[in-house]
């Protein structure tokens, strides 16, 4: 094993579902601000990108659509990847992002950790922050769906529940979009690429791939299971292109700037919000 070698992270499909991901979220902040703050000078400029208000809510419609398309074709992949021979493993396994016990003994480990007081947690494939990430997104897009659905369809959803529902609907789906893009934009970005073990980016994601150093210096349980499994030269996987390194660098940080310019402006222009 050398000093120079990668180890495979995400599969090809991972990372295709990140990339869908991505790129239909900011579309949906970008449509969902831009109608939230029509009223304002700034809301009035930016929803024209889309073509409008109206054309602006017929986009945030339909991708809305696709994203709960790509929810649930990752759902049945999910499913898919559950072991019948050894179901317990494949959920709570180390190469699950089901939490369990062992997160809540690195967050302690981290937090002592910080405070001087005891070593740095050893960490498997997926950290516990990781596995908040990718919860925090399942457990919100249902919510976004269902309340939107209601939304577009609010005479269909009154014959199901009261008319105070669509109320609640609307409240929850604006507060869980904020909460989503704050979150995105901010938190995520910085622990995933700000931080400095990750700056200017953690590559992971676009790359498929890690290198062996900085694998053993944040997930060396990871790297010694795989390597008692005989697992790692398996794992092994050539370094990005450099053209291809350009690119998600790119495309990365155009993607910040933007939920940066989405929240700046957000709380700029917060007393002009659209309620209704």
């Given at each position: 094993m050398t000093p120079t070698m990668r180890i495979r992270?995400?599969?090809?499909?991972?990372?295709?579902?990140?990339?869908?991901?991505?790129?239909?979220?900011?579309?949906?902040?970008?449509?969902?601000?831009?109608?939230?703050?029509?009223?304002?000078?700034?809301?009035?400029?930016?929803?024209?990108?889309?073509?409008?208000?109206?054309?602006?809510?017929?986009?945030?419609?339909?991708?809305?659509?696709?994203?709960?398309?790509?929810?649930?074709?990752?759902?049945?992949?999910?499913?898919?990847?559950?072991?019948?021979?050894?179901?317990?493993?494949?959920?709570?396994?180390?190469?699950?992002?089901?939490?369990?016990?062992?997160?809540?003994?690195?967050?302690?480990?981290?937090?002592?950790?910080?405070?001087?007081?005891?070593?740095?947690?050893?960490?498997?494939?997926?950290?516990?922050?990781?596995k908040f990430d990718y919860w925090a997104v399942f457990w919100g897009l249902p919510l976004l769906a269902v309340t939107g659905i209601m939304l577009i369809y609010p005479q269909t959803a009154s014959k199901v529940f009261p008319g105070w529902a669509l109320n609640i609907a609307a409240l929850l789906h604006r507060a869980e979009a904020v909460l989503a893009v704050s979150y995105i934009f901010i938190v995520h970005f910085f622990v995933g690429h700000l931080r400095p073990s990750s700056f200017p980016m953690n590559e992971a994601m676009f790359a498929g791939s890690v290198n062996v150093e900085e694998a053993m210096e944040e997930k060396p349980a990871w790297v010694e299971r795989l390597r008692k499994e005989g697992k790692l030269e398996y794992a092994a996987a050539k370094s990005p292109a450099l053209w291809y390194r350009i690119v998600y660098f790119v495309f990365g940080y155009s993607a910040l700037l933007f939920g940066v310019y989405l929240l700046v402006n957000g709380i700029v222009y917060s007393r002009y919000i659209r309620l209704h």
């Open positions: 992270r995400f599969s090809k499909l991972d990372r295709l579902f990140h990339l869908v991901l991505m790129i239909t979220f900011l579309i949906q902040a970008g449509t969902g601000f831009g109608r939230m703050y029509t009223t304002s000078s700034w809301g009035t400029r930016f929803i024209s990108i889309f073509g409008g208000y109206e054309n602006a809510a017929l986009i945030h419609h339909w991708v809305g659509g696709l994203m709960i398309a790509g929810f649930t074709i990752h759902l049945i992949y999910l499913i898919t990847r559950v072991s019948l021979k050894n179901p317990w493993k494949s959920i709570f396994g180390p190469d699950s992002l089901v939490p369990n016990l062992n997160d809540a003994r690195h967050l302690w480990q981290r937090f002592r950790w910080f405070f001087r007081l005891g070593p740095h947690p050893r960490l498997d494939r997926w950290a516990y922050w990781e």
